[in-house]
């Protein structure tokens, strides 16, 4: 997973690609009309954000997925559309960091539920690990896909430790897989229900958010502010502080607790298996064929991130009623946070993604102390929290390859079942600890 090659430079003009840009533009327009649906189910409200339509109507327009739709946009387009995600959930990542400095006071009081909601990661492995044994009879590819949610640092782990060609390295992916093409809906869809039933602290499901997924943390603070808007400001807070704190101590807590935890609970639940060689590895090779892609220069990486700026600015238009002339001093903030964050990742020799920097970064100017703190806050309020993140889902949605399709052929229900067990885990066993701790 360590790509250490630079798209080539004559490989640029694709990232540009107006085709791509303009469609994700259409996508993301048609969705924030179309607005929120909230759906009564008895024991909640279902919650339909304008997210989980643009990735719908991505998917739909994906020639890896519908063959058909090449004549719209060719396969060699649409797999330009995976560098877009990341960058697009950079701006979004910045929003959530100036939203943390007036809610500092409140943050540093809720500090050890902060700390130790990361230990909820250990649920995930008791929820999904038996299920994934004795219902469908895996093997230690159990141990990869159970032990997390299976994001960037959780591969990494498992592929040092193990190897992505064991077994334990094919469940790990497959989670990924599944992970990338529904876990921000998903993440929205659950969120929403569980704040609507009014059980929880809303501080503490906002904590469980922060899974280390600036997509799938995305999707799941804005249903929360969209379920109870009210308590917006302190919810994308709480949500960008536990996923920064996630960057930090998650993959230490996936070493040292979750991964010995869901070693030894398999060792117990492969005793029960009807089946006792558990050495052998499902049908499924979610190792197979992974391939290395090339990553972006800075030059390609800043001239991108304005590309995609544009976009957003045209997604908040429609959805916040806010014109791009007058949200442009906002978005031009977030998006110098997001260059000083690609710049610190560049030149600090530390393990830490770009998107931790640009958090990072966010949080110091929105501080009181910060001369220009309150600047910033007025100026990016007038970007929606929901109107940032419609067209990273639209990004997806367009970025889903045939590796990532047949993937999903092959795996059938099993791992889409263990995938949404081990997401359930981790959020509910997160937002359970933070419970009792504030």
């Not at 396969?75 to 960058?87: E, H």
Request: aromatic share 8%.
């Amino acid at each position: 997973m360590n790509n250490t090659s630079v798209l080539s430079s004559t490989m640029t003009k694709h990232l540009f690609d107006w085709k791509l840009h303009l469609l994700v533009i259409v996508v993301s327009l048609i969705a924030e009309w179309i607005g929120i649906i909230k759906i009564p189910i008895g024991i909640g409200t279902l919650v339909l954000l304008p997210l989980l339509y643009a990735f719908i109507f991505a998917i739909l327009l994906n020639p890896n997925v519908i063959p058909s739709m090449k004549a719209v946009i060719s396969k060699d387009r649409a797999k330009f559309a995976s560098y877009a995600v990341l960058l697009s959930i950079m701006p979004f990542i910045a929003k959530f960091g100036v939203g943390v400095g007036p809610k500092v006071e409140e943050i540093i009081a809720a500090g050890p539920a902060l700390l130790l909601q990361e230990l909820g990661n250990v649920a995930t492995a008791l929820i999904a690990l038996p299920v994934a044994v004795l219902v469908f009879g895996m093997g230690r590819e159990a141990i990869g896909a159970t032990h997390s949610v299976a994001r960037e640092p959780n591969i990494a782990l498992i592929a040092d430790k193990y190897g992505l060609q064991s077994a334990e390295g094919m469940g790990v992916m497959g989670v990924y897989v599944m992970g990338t093409l529904f876990g921000a809906i998903y993440f929205s869809l659950m969120a929403g229900i569980i704040a609507s039933m009014d059980i929880m602290d809303i501080r503490a499901l906002a904590m469980a958010c922060g899974i280390g997924s600036g997509s799938m943390m995305g999707a799941c603070s804005a249903a929360l502010a969209e379920t109870v808007p009210a308590q917006e400001e302190t919810i994308t807070a709480f949500a960008a502080t536990s996923n920064l704190l996630t960057y930090a101590t998650g993959l230490f807590v996936s070493l040292f607790i979750a991964l010995p935890v869901t070693e030894f609970l398999y060792k117990v639940t492969s005793k029960f298996k009807k089946n006792k060689n558990t050495n052998t590895v499902t049908q499924t090779d979610f190792g197979a064929g992974i391939p290395e892609q090339s990553i972006l220069s800075v030059k390609q990486s800043f001239i991108l991130l304005a590309v995609i700026c544009v976009v957003l600015l045209l997604s908040n238009w429609v959805g916040q009623g806010v014109n791009p002339i007058s949200a442009l001093p906002a978005m031009l903030i977030l998006f110098a946070c997001c260059i000083v964050g690609i710049l610190l990742k560049q030149v600090i020799p530390i393990n830490v993604p770009a998107i931790a920097w640009i958090s990072i970064v966010a949080i110091l100017i929105s501080l009181p102390q910060f001369p220009m703190s309150e600047y910033v806050s007025v100026e990016t309020e007038k970007l929606g929290v929901l109107q940032l993140i419609t067209p990273v889902l639209a990004y997806a949605g367009f970025a889903i390859s045939q590796m990532e399709v047949n993937l999903f052929k092959k795996s059938g229900f099993k791992i889409a079942v263990v995938a949404i067990l081990t997401f359930t885990g981790t959020f509910l066993g997160s937002a359970m600890i933070a419970q009792v701790m504030l």
